[in-house]
Structures are given as C-alpha cells and as structure tokens.
C-alpha cells in the first residue's frame, strides 16, 4: 500500500533575535518558538517543529489556529521596529548585496545579519 501524500503550506513571520549564545526565532501569526547556535539550523528548526505541531494538530482533530494563537503583542512590536529599522535577514544595509539566507518575513534584531 503506498503512503498518502500530505502537504502543507504555512506562511508565518518570525522574528529572529539572539540571547547568551542561541538563536532565537518566534513565530508571529502562530506562537512558535524554538533556539538553535546559528540561524541555518534555528530555520531548519522552525520549520519542522512548526510542520510537526500542524500535523499533529490533524492527526488529534484539533484546530491548528487556536492551539497556537499569535504571539505575544511584544514580538510583533520587535519584528515591526525590526521592519523599520533594518534589511532583511542576510542582506547587509551597506552592501544590499544578497546573502545566503534572505527571507523576507524573518526580521532580525540588533545587528544579526550576515
């Protein structure tokens, strides 16, 4: 029997900030939150524990949106002043050259960019 293909599409903004020596990225639309020693591996992180509580969510019959409402208004204030005040994620203001990870709705905070 061959396995069912499932698929899923989530689309949620994080903020990304670090504290002592881990990366932090927290979900905005859906409060996410996990750490990781550096950003390619906190991404890969996100994403699969963010994956993993939807499905998990479909497996118990549970809704996705209000096990994981939104964030705390404080990192939607953090990802907005981030919005304002910086470039994306891996693109640096002095050289807008394109780095290796330039994701649009992950916002840095205080100096993280590559």
Same mark, same amino acid.
């Given at each position: 029997?061959?396995? &069912? ?10 903020? !990304?900030? &670090?504290?002592?020596? /881990? ?9 996410? *939150? !996990? ?5 390619? #591996?906190?991404? #890969?992180?996100?994403?699969? !524990?963010?994956?993993?509580? %939807? +499905? =998990? *969510? ?7 949106? #209000?096990?994981?409402?939104? =964030?705390?208004? =404080? +990192?939607?204030?953090?990802?907005? &002043? ?6 994306? /994620? ?11 990870? !330039?994701?649009?709705?992950?916002? %840095?905070?205080?100096? /993280?960019?590559?």
């Amino acid at each position: 029997m061959a396995a &069912k293909e499932t698929r899923a599409e989530l689309n949620i903004s994080i903020v !990304v900030f &670090k504290e002592q020596d /881990l990366f932090v990225a927290q979900g905005l639309e859906h409060d996410i *939150c !996990v750490q990781a020693p550096t950003i390619p #591996k906190l991404l #890969k992180r996100f994403e699969r !524990v963010a994956l993993a509580s %939807y +499905f =998990a *969510c479909i497996q118990e019959n549970l809704d996705f949106n #209000k096990s994981f409402p939104p =964030a705390a208004p =404080a +990192f939607w204030e953090m990802f907005e &002043k981030a919005r304002r005040d910086g470039p994306p /994620l891996g693109k640096s203001s002095a050289d807008g050259g394109d780095a290796s990870i !330039v994701i649009p709705q992950i916002r %840095y905070i205080e100096g /993280l960019a590559a």
